[in-house]
């Protein structure tokens, strides 16, 4: 018998815990910091160091939505997703959709495309945004979008 009744208080504590991992990924909203947030590229440190500045960074935006949803403009292009922080600094992207139009000469479309995607961390500093995380090094440093609901906090 109470062998029984330990299986079943296992089976409903185990139940529970799945639920509730479920319910986190099925609603991936984040009210930390980032959430109801603009931000605009000022530049990107590739992994080799590089340093590349966007010649108008208002083409390059990201928007964290209170509703766990992500909007970006990435040039001539734009992308959304989901997204959450379940930890201090974490930062954890759904799949991205986003339209694939040819952006013209200089953009940096490509780059960030591809090193957009290994994104895993995040920091505020000084009113800029900084995300990075990405295997091979390299950062991304954003600035408040005029329009932004809210500022970073430093």
Known sequence: MKTNLTRALLTVAAVTI????MSSFAHPQSPGELA????????FQA?????????????YTITFGSDGRVTARVDCNRASSTW????????QFGSWSRTSTKCGPGSLHDKIV??????????????????????AGGYYELEPLATSSRRGRN
């Open 84 to 91: 959450r922080s379940p930890r201090a600094n974490e930062l």
């Open 36 to 43: 109801g947030t603009s931000w605009k590229l000022v530049r």
């Open 114 to 135: 591809t090193e957009g995607a290994a994104v895993r961390t995040y920091s505020l500093k000084n009113g800029h945004l900084f995300l990075s995380g990405m295997a």
């Open 18 to 21: 799945v639920f509730s991992t």
């Open 47 to 59: 992994p080799d160091e590089t340093i590349l500045v966007p010649g108008d960074g208002a083409k």
